[in-house]
């Protein structure tokens, strides 16, 4: 036991050291061409920019979609025989459901009143006969309610005496819902289109690096290198790449979303809403650089692997 603990330690510190001035030198070739690899940084940041573009502005229209989900009402239109008696009686037994959070009366002749205000149809609708219009509550519903729920809801209120219709008038909402489902699924496939083309980039231009040194691999092989010690080098290469594109690309993804945060923010203001658009954060930062070093990584092992085996069949 004894021998064998600092034999262990030996061929792990060699391991360690390996890979050590393996990341080392990749990282001084890089440097030592500036230009072209500040070039493939772009590249790489592009392809992963533009879907976390996409996404950054998914979440933030899914959050105002949920604020606005909050906002869910049911207007109940009472029968021409109801007064108003009828209706505030009938108001406050439906706010006391628990379902119910706040409930308000429109009186049929104050609507008439702002409808014709707001129109400009005093006089088409002084000469009308009598008012056409119904009492109506405004039931605004637990915003926890599922959409199974408040369907039920509406239900029980449509057969409640003297109620005429109830309408929901959330179904618009489910269909922005449905319509941002829809959209995040292109913004998916569309950003797994554009990580391929990052990879199918790096991994030919990693190729091209793995064949000038061709006459290396082959001493490496002669010597017996092992296929792992020969591509050491190239996988981090391509992390390199990876890494620094995704560094490239959380960068641009700042830039873009401070650049149109003042003009969205004014059009909340202009909606009276209290939203301020969310920027990228530390999370996207992160997931840009871990995706980047993965597909560095990823183009890396499949150009080399295609580079040994055309070596293994000369």
Known sequence: ?????????????????????????????????????????????????????????????????????????????????ADHAAAEALGDAVEAWPEVVTLALV?????????????????????????????????????????????????????????HQAVMDARWIARLEAALRTVERWVRGLGALMVLGAILLLGNTLRLAIEARHEELLVVSLIGGTKGFARRPFLYTGLWYGAGGGVMAALLLWLLSLWVSGPVNDLFMLYDSARQLDGPGLSYALTAILAGASVGWLAAWIASARVFRRLDTA
Not at 4 to 29: I, L, V
Not at 121 to 128: A, D, H, I, K
Not at 130 to 149: G, K
């Open 107 to 163: 009186d049929k002749d104050q609507a008439l009143t702002d409808f014709a205000t707001q129109t400009g149809l005093l006089f088409l609708v002084g000469s009308l006969p009598r008012n056409p219009l119904p009492h109506t509550l405004l039931v605004y519903p637990d915003s926890t309610l599922a959409a199974a729920e408040l369907a039920s809801l509406t239900t029980r209120l449509q057969s409640l005496p003297s109620v």
């Open 1 to 81: 036991m004894s021998r064998q603990g600092p034999r262990s330690w030996s061929r792990w510190s060699a391991w360690r050291s390996q890979h050590r001035a393996a990341a080392r030198d990749s990282w001084a070739k890089l440097a030592a061409r500036p230009m072209a690899t500040a070039v493939t940084w772009l590249v790489v940041a592009i392809s992963l920019a533009l879907p976390g573009t996409l996404l950054l502005t998914l979440d933030n229209l899914a959050g105002v979609a949920g604020s606005w989900g909050d906002s869910a009402r049911i207007s109940v239109l009472l029968d021409d025989t």
